[in-house]
């Protein structure tokens, strides 16, 4: 699941960086904010993905990484983004929350020096909402409609 959204990230990094035309100071800078988060993403994974799960330190790194990751959302959530993409906020706010509680999730799971499944998948389930809808919204950024049956935009 990692290496798939390390690759997706690249790939919408390449593409958006090679689409941008630099006409719209507004836009300019709202991709290269979107171009900053995406690179943060990928560097991000790239750590949680080297962790040696061998480590007495494992946990600790892997939590560490995590709040380093909603930080990220956080920062993603709060661009303002240029008016022909306002309706991507929402979605980007909801991103920002799921990853706030999957982290918080990952937390509880590894506390007290033990594990807790049933915690975890729980927090997994939100780590995978938060990137869903950074998919949709680059995608919608790349002209796109996804494919998505559930998608509802307000």
Known sequence: MKIKIRALFTMVLAVWLLSACGKDPELTQFRNSVDAFCTQISEIDTSINGIDPQSENAT??????????????????ALDFPEEFDYLETLSAESSQYMTEAVSSYHEAYSNGSYNEITAEYAKENYS???????????FLHGEVPDDEDLKIQ
């Not at 600790?60 to 709040?67: A, K, M, Q």
């Not at 909402?129 to 995608?139: N, S």
């Open 129 to 139: 909402r938060a990137y869903k809808r950074i998919q949709i919204i680059i995608t």
């Open 60 to 77: 600790t790194e892997l939590l560490t990484y995590l709040d380093q990751l909603d930080l990220a959302f956080q920062s993603f959530a």
